[in-house]
């Protein structure tokens, strides 16, 4: 049996620092490879908030967790090509880790400058 879920219009607001470093090194005059480490922590300790209700009616509940309070680190590796011309190109995988959770993003840009 399915039973629709309302969910209200919410925002999250959120303020993280972060304090790390960059190793970048030429491979060629175009080929830029780099690695990077950063720690990172949550300034507002707020938590997340969902208010919601059952669609075929009853009252609204509120749903609360923890939020993204724990600090965490950011390991990630990458690749920049530019060349003299109008084209530029990265290419890069960020792992984070912390206590409740850990994501891994892959990148790819590129630019045309006009």
């Known amino acids: 049996m399915w039973v629709a879920l309302t969910v ?3 925002n999250e607001d959120r303020l993280r620092a972060s304090l790390g470093g960059q ?3 030429a ?3 175009t080929v830029k490879p780099y ?3 950063f720690w990172g922590s949550e300034l ?3 938590d997340s908030i969902t208010s919601a209700n059952f669609a075929a009616g009853g009252a609204p509940f509120v749903v609360r967790d923890a939020g993204l309070e724990s600090p965490g680190y950011v390991l990630g590796i990458g690749v920049n090509v530019a060349t003299g011309g109008n084209f530029g190109a990265a290419l890069s995988y960020d792992r984070t880790d ?3 959770c850990q994501t ?3 990148q790819a840009k590129m630019l045309w400058r006009l």
Do not use: N, P
Request: proline share 0%; charged share 40%; no cysteine.
């Open 8 to 10: 209200r219009s919410q």
């Open 23 to 25: 190793l970048d090194w």
């Open 27 to 29: 491979m060629s005059s």
């Open 35 to 37: 690695v990077r480490a």
């Open 44 to 46: 507002e300790d707020d």
């Open 98 to 100: 912390g206590d409740t």
């Open 104 to 106: 891994d993003m892959l």
